[in-house]
C-alpha cells in the first residue's frame, strides 16, 4: 500500500504512522532521514542535495522527488510506503504522482486528519506542560506560538492538498480528535485492513 497522511502538525499523523508500519509491514518515509541519507551516502541525487543545503537554501521539489524516487526502490518499499510530511504543495503532488506515473505505480489512499485548530493548540500545551512535568525537554515546535506560526504555514501552503487528492478521488478524511485508537479503528477502515 502506498499511503500519504495529510494534516497540520499535533494532528498525530506521526503516532499513527507508526501503528501502520507495525500493521502494515511498509517503511514510513520521512523527507529529512531521506535527504540526509541521500547525502551521506553520496548518491548523485544527494551530492546535489548537499551542495543546495550548503548554500542555505530549500532543496527544490525536483531534487525531494528524485530522493523520494530512489528511496521507494529500496527492497523494504516494494510492497509500499507511507508519506507523513510530503507532498507539502500541490506542485510537490503532481511531480510526485507524474513520478509514480512513470514507475507504473499510485497512490492506494491519501488520510485526512480532520481536527478542531483551537483544540489542536490546546492539546500542544498540555503535551508541552506534561513533558515538562516529567523533567524532559520540550519540543521547539510545542511552543504556542511557534506552532500557531506552523499552523498558518500548513494552511497557507499544504491545506490545499485536500481539494487536489479529493479531486482525483484519493482523499478519505479521519476526524483526528477522537481518542490515538479510535483514529486507528478509522484508519484501518479506510485501508480495508
Known sequence: M?????????????TQAVRLVERLGIPQLSTGDMLR???AAGT????????????GALVSDDIVVGII???????????GFILDGFPRTVAQAEA????????????????????????????????A????????????????????TRLEAYRTQTAPLSAYYAGKGALR????????????????????R
Open 44 to 55: 548523485p541525487i544527494g551530492v546535489k542535495a548537499k551542495a543546495v543545503m550548503d548554500s
Open 69 to 79: 524516487a530512489d528511496r521507494i526502490e529500496e527492497p523494504d518499499a516494494k510492497n
Open 96 to 127: 510526485f504522482d507524474a513520478m509514480l506515473a512513470e514507475k507504473g505505480l499510485k497512490l492506494d489512499s491519501v488520510i485526512e486528519f480532520k481536527v478542531n485548530e483551537t483544540e489542536l493548540v490546546d492539546r500542544i500545551v498540555k503535551r
Open 129 to 148: 506542560k506534561e513533558t515538562e512535568a516529567r523533567g524532559e525537554p520540550v519540543r521547539k515546535d510545542d511552543n504556542p506560538d511557534v506552532f500557531k
Open 37 to 39: 541519507a541521500a547525502v
Open 2 to 14: 502506498r499511503i500519504i497522511l495529510l494534516g497540520p502538525p499535533g494532528a498525530g499523523k506521526g
Open 173 to 192: 478524511t479521519v476526524d483526528g480528535m477522537q481518542p490515538i485508537d479510535e483514529v486507528t479503528e478509522a484508519i484501518h477502515g479506510i485501508l480495508g
